[in-house]
């Protein structure tokens, strides 16, 4: 019989500092309440510290969108982790995530941010029903005008996907139509199709995301 293959080690939710400092982390207040901060720094280097960009506040949610959300991501990060070998992780008071598992669960803050708790469910499901690729294209769109906890959180692609995740029938069209019908027919025509979703990423990024 075959023995069993270690997983690799991974910090968090599969990042890895050696590939590339870059990362994200979900912060968890007292109460509950979480934000998401996009970091460029790990460790205590100083000379790190001066020459990268700033952490930046990304998202936020409350405590209960949070629980009511928290639970899915992490099996669906985990299901990739294994699949890539990798170890797997639990939410804690300070989790870290790896680019571009960082850049999926901040769409999904987006998403569900003031969402009535009705509409959780379906939102909640049709954000897993995206190819990963179609994530980290509808974030790099967003965080483009509005990547910030409080400002634009009503406004363009932010707003559609709030509205796409919602009201779209998760039986009645394939994930990857739900943002058309949220948008005019200008900007719809230009988000990729499932099968042709191509995300243009820093090298160092992109070393790590190989391994999903």
Do not use: C
Request: hydrophobic fraction near 45%.
């Amino acid at each position: 019989m075959r023995a069993k293959r270690k997983a690799r080690s991974a910090i968090g939710f599969g990042f890895d500092p050696a590939q590339s400092p870059h990362h994200f982390a979900v912060i968890v207040a007292r109460g509950g309440d979480i934000t998401i901060e996009e970091r460029f720094v790990w460790g205590d280097d100083p000379e790190d510290d001066e020459a990268a960009p700033a952490a930046s506040a990304k998202a936020s949610l409350d405590a209960y969108h949070w629980a009511r959300v928290a639970p899915a991501a992490a099996e669906t990060f985990n299901a990739r982790l294994r699949a890539a070998g990798l170890s797997t992780a639990a939410w804690a008071s300070e989790s870290v995530l790896a680019p571009h598992l960082g850049k999926e669960l901040t769409l999904l803050a987006w998403a569900v941010e003031d969402a009535d708790p009705t509409l959780l469910p379906a939102m909640l499901a049709n954000w897993m029903g995206l190819a990963p690729e179609e994530r980290w294209w509808l974030y790099t769109t967003i965080n483009a005008t509005s990547g910030h906890p409080e400002h634009g959180r009503d406004r363009g692609w932010r707003k559609a996907i709030k509205i796409a995740f919602a009201e779209n029938p998760i039986s009645a069209a394939p994930p990857s139509a739900l943002l058309a019908e949220a948008t005019d027919p200008a900007s719809a025509t230009k988000r990729p199709s499932r099968r042709q979703t191509k995300t243009t990423l820093p090298v160092a990024e992109t070393t790590q995301m190989e391994l999903f």
